[in-house]
């Protein structure tokens, strides 16, 4: 069993940067692919990127160049370097961890944090 929790949420100005941490505890080595996905109000939930516990990354095509992901795996964390921030990044974002044979939108799911980003 593989827990997750995120931090690092909160209100921001357009422009500006957020740092999004989520912790693993449990079998958390079993997490080959983490990733990152958010949900806006009224809208399904999407995938933002996802990190390898090689460290390849993946990202929405819509977000390249603005958010970054990375991953301590000695400290069990991933991370989200969200930049140059817009009102259509308010969302809450959630952490998202699967082995190596779970498909994609599987596995373990954080509680969430909120990003809202002010105009």
């Known amino acids: 069993q593989v827990q997750l929790v995120e931090s690092g949420g909160g209100l921001v100005q357009a422009g500006g940067s957020l740092r999004l941490s989520c912790a693993a505890s449990?079998?958390?080595?079993?997490?080959?692919?983490m990733a990152w996905y958010r949900q806006a109000p009224g809208k399904q939930r999407e995938w933002v990127a996802t990190?390898?516990?090689?460290?390849?990354?993946t990202y929405a095509d819509s977000l390249k160049g603005r958010f970054t992901i990375s991953r301590d795996n000695a400290k069990n964390a991933m991370f989200l370097q969200m930049n140059s921030l817009k009102p259509e990044d308010t969302a809450v974002y959630y952490c998202?961890?699967?082995?190596?044979?779970?498909?994609?939108?599987?596995?373990?799911w954080g509680q969430g944090t909120q990003v809202t980003v002010s105009s």
């Open positions: 449990g079998s958390s080595a079993s997490l080959y692919f």
């Open positions: 990190i390898t516990s090689g460290s390849t990354t």
């Open positions: 998202n961890g699967r082995n190596a044979w779970t498909p994609a939108g599987g596995g373990s």
